[in-house]
């Protein structure tokens, strides 16, 4: 139902782009989000999105990273900039904060020092 991609390798102070795409319409959920997870570490909200333009970010996050949806083509986008190598982690997508879809194959993030 999820397909995430844009990950890579990247050096720090580096930006990335990550897209979401939901294989059924996201317009029905009011919010939607972005979560990581680092090895070993649970898997963490980074930034959500309501479809009233309402957006939520981690602390370790704000300023530098955006959440944008286009719910025409059911996509979820995460501008990252300003990459930092405590951003390594594979990022997925999903509604948020509840979960009401299955979780796609993430998308892996590597930002070296």
């Known amino acids: 139902q999820i397909v995430e991609s844009g990950g890579g390798l990247v050096q720090a102070g580096g930006s990335l782009r990550l897209s979401c795409t939901v294989t059924?319409?996201?317009?029905?959920?009011?919010?939607m989000g972005w979560y990581r997870q680092a090895p070993g570490k649970q898997r963490d909200l980074v930034a959500d999105l309501a479809n009233d333009g309402s957006t939520t970010y981690a602390d370790s996050v704000k300023g530098r990273f955006t959440i944008s949806r286009d719910d025409a083509k059911n996509t979820v986008y995460l501008q990252m900039d300003s990459l930092k190598p405590e951003d390594t982690a594979v990022y997925y997508c999903?509604?948020?904060?509840?979960?009401?879809?299955?979780w796609g194959q993430g998308t892996q993030v590597t930002v070296s020092s």
């Open positions: 999903n509604t948020g904060p509840a979960i009401y879809l299955s």
């Open positions: 059924r319409s996201i317009i029905r959920f009011k919010r």
